[in-house]
């Protein structure tokens, strides 16, 4: 049994019945009831799935109410969580993670042993980096889901002010650029859809530049775009001449992972501009 199921099961357990010889139980006069403990769960199925949540509005998500459902606090640790527990489940967190099982109801009558599974909604309240996320709970018949809680405007402002508020804006722009080129993105940066279409640039003929991605760092009023440059033939580029209002009103910096191409070739443009809004 994992550490984890093993913690959740003693928790949810209560006195066993004689005839289910498993955890939870009540007594009827022709049956004996009984809830049962997360013992019999000793992983979470590789099947589990991913939804996200964003603080201060209500997620209304679906969860297995047969296998553990996994929470996650994106970039922190989870503080709280609050729940109606006389709806049958069991809860256990334990730094960025928590696990939520809605337990089975299993009824022995003579032998005849029936289970009934959840199916009535619960609302948790998780706090997770300073904020509260309401979860807005549908058990139904479906591998385990996975809830990672996003970090919403203020946090992510909030970890963008951390992150660059020593550095000067020269080494802000380097770190910016790194993280694109190197492709380790911080969470606290907003990923935005990146504008269609190809840019011919005039002073540069036969090249055309595609953006491939874009980014938003906000408390930082930056943002940032990864461009493709492609060639026709063997150019030398010079950064100097992507300084262009095709590219941004308020370039602030302008990058390329190589400025020597034969024809055909592609290279990686990164350019760092000045606001949010671009």
Known sequence: MSKRADVISRQASIPACPKAGVTGTFR??????????????????????????????????????????????????????????????????????????????????????????????????????????????????????????????RQRAQANNELMAALADEDRAVSITMALLDDRIPASFSEVAPAGGTLLMPAMPGVSITESRRVVIEGAALSASEYRVQVAAAVTLDERSLIDPALGSRIFAVTLDRVRLNAGENARLVVVRRGTGQ
């Open 28 to 153: 009827h006069p022709l049956s004996c009831a009984v809830i049962s403990g997360l013992a019999l769960l000793l992983a979470m199925p590789a099947s589990a799935q991913t939804v996200h949540a964003l603080p201060d509005q209500t997620s209304r998500i679906r969860m297995s109410n047969r296998d553990i459902n996994h929470v996650v606090c994106e970039g922190g640790e989870i503080e709280d969580i609050k729940f109606s527990a006389e709806k049958g489940l069991a809860v256990e967190k334990g730094g960025s993670d928590a696990w939520i099982k809605f337990l089975t109801r299993e009824i022995d009558d003579a032998g005849q042993v029936t289970r009934s599974y959840v199916t009535q909604p619960s609302e948790f309240f998780v706090n997770c980096n300073g904020a509260t996320y309401p979860l807005y709970a549908e058990p139904a018949e479906i591998p385990a889901q996975t809830v990672v809680l996003m970090p919403g405007a």
